[in-house]
């Protein structure tokens, strides 16, 4: 089981920033790849920002160049620097991790969520 504690959410301007933080515990070294997700209302879940075990990083189109996915293996925590905010930024943003089990019959894959923190974009 992997736990994920997310902090950081607030309000903030437009053209400002925020950074979310994602700590996790529990079978940490079972995790492969971890990512943020967002939904705002009446949308969908769509991932934000990926970071592969690799330490490889990819990014929806829409936040490409203003948001920074990092993780710190010291503290067992994932972060989201987001720069240059808009309106459209506004959403539940939750944190993700994959772990990878393998056994005789093959290997498997579980996710896990975090509880989310809202991030709120206005004047």
């Known amino acids: 089981q992997v736990y994920l504690v997310e902090s950081g959410g607030g309000s903030v301007q437009p053209g400002g920033s925020l950074k979310l933080s994602c700590a996790a515990s529990g079978s940490i070294s079972s995790i492969t790849n971890m990512a943020w997700y967002r939904q705002a209302p009446g949308k969908r879940r769509d991932l934000v920002a990926l970071?592969?075990?690799?330490?490889?990083?990819d990014y929806a189109a829409s936040v490409k160049g203003r948001f920074t996915i990092s993780r710190d293996n010291a503290k067992n925590t994932v972060y989201l620097q987001m720069n240059s905010l808009n309106s459209e930024d506004t959403a539940v943003y939750y944190c993700?991790?994959?772990?990878?089990?393998?056994?005789?019959?093959?290997?498997?894959?579980?996710?896990?969520w975090g509880q989310g923190t809202q991030v709120t974009v206005s004047p």
């Open positions: 970071i592969h075990s690799s330490g490889t990083r």
């Open positions: 993700y991790s994959r772990t990878s089990t393998s056994m005789a019959t093959g290997t498997y894959f579980t996710d896990y």
